[in-house]
């Protein structure tokens, strides 16, 4: 059966079953194979894409139910609007140097993206709990860690800054309000 499904701002059909996982479609119909197969079973979070920017393990999710839905891949991240929060993720995941075998880490990016996409500045006890899906087996949650918490710093600073569009259009949304209770994490 044909799906028509929109990976990372284009539409692609695929033929395939249903209850094929998305993953598969992913990686063996679209070549796209920057995210990856972990357990199977939604369990270390490898598998972790984007469903209209919410993070989801593709391992378990039926292509029967992405149609008409927004999905962006790790190759699709720098393109969407999340870019720049993705290019600060990135930037201190290599500063801090949090990468060991790498495999688990398209997954853990895609989570981070999301968790600062929400929350530009979380609590420490918010990574924990936002990035809890996601395995490491060579255990490097604490430089994950640290390269969110960087992440976070640059993105506030981002905002905060005068220059910003961000800054600009909250400040619009918020009407007459202080400019200072505008800012992310001001």
Not at 102 to 118: N, T
Not at 124 to 146: F, L, P, S, W
């Amino acid at each position: 059966m044909a799906f028509s499904i929109n990976i990372n701002g284009k539409q692609q059909t695929v033929d395939v079953e249903g209850d094929t996982p998305l993953l598969w479609v992913i990686r063996d119909h679209l070549q796209l194979t920057g995210t990856k197969f972990g357990c199977g079973m939604a369990q270390c979070g490898a598998c972790t894409v984007h469903l209209n920017g919410q993070p989801i393990r593709s391992c378990v999710t039926p292509i029967s139910s992405v149609t008409g839905q927004q999905i962006t891949t790790i190759e699709g991240l720098s393109g969407a609007a999340v870019a720049k929060t993705h290019k600060a993720v990135v930037d201190a995941w290599e500063e801090v140097a949090v990468v060991q075998c790498g495999y688990c880490q398209s997954g853990q990016i895609m989570s981070a993206v999301a968790l600062l996409s929400s929350n530009p500045g979380p609590s420490d006890q918010e990574i924990d709990q936002y990035m809890n899906g996601n395995i490491c087996r060579c255990a490097t949650y604490v430089r994950i860690k640290q390269a969110i918490k960087q992440a976070s710093g640059t993105l506030v600073a981002q905002n905060n800054s005068t220059d910003s569009p961000l800054y600009y259009d909250a400040f619009a949304s918020k009407g007459n309000a202080d400019k200072t209770d505008t800012r992310i994490g001001g």
